[in-house]
């Protein structure tokens, strides 16, 4: 017994938390409403591997339609033919969640930023090019010519 006013433990379910440290848990299982994930254990609508396996199995196997089958399972049509692409390649592991990439220029810091502009303002004749020589020798790190050009292009919207 418990006393009064003592929070009660709230025991996470370990599959969850697996399944969480690996990218794999379904964020939204509640979109899953295929007849075998609602009454069978077996089926698991937050495992993310699992739902998109079956859902291609669907597809694939028994012949059904893929928008119906997307739709019982939470995918758009798109995302089926991309996991069966990436099935068909690579296998179960195509299955697996893709880690995210860097969301914003890494390389393009504020500072190196800062040099570009203050470079170009020197300098306005100046390649991009010739902008990445100098930010490769000054900080050391390899920016792409493009990746320069859409970091100028995104600096004169700001104004």
Do not use: W
Request: hydrophobic letters at 40%; proline letters at 7%; glycine letters at 6%.
């Amino acid at each position: 017994m418990r006393a009064v006013g003592t929070p009660t433990m709230v025991r996470s379910d370990p599959k969850c938390e697996v399944l969480r440290e690996h990218a794999a848990l379904n964020p939204h299982p509640e979109q899953v409403t295929d007849a075998l994930f609602q009454t069978h254990s077996f089926f698991d609508p937050r495992d993310l591997v699992q739902v998109k396996y079956e859902m291609l199995r669907r597809v694939i196997i028994e012949g059904q339609p893929v928008g119906v089958t997307a739709a019982a399972f939470g995918f758009s049509r798109v995302t089926v033919y991309q996991l069966r692409k990436r099935f068909e390649a690579e296998g179960l592991a195509g299955l697996l969640p893709r880690p995210k990439g860097p969301r914003r220029s890494h390389k393009l810091s504020e500072e190196v930023l800062a040099f570009v502009l203050d470079t170009l303002k020197a300098e306005p004749v100046l390649r991009v090019a010739d902008l990445q020589q100098r930010v490769a020798q000054r900080f050391g790190v390899s920016v792409h010519p493009r990746s320069i050009e859409r970091a100028l292009t995104r600096h004169r919207k700001k104004g």
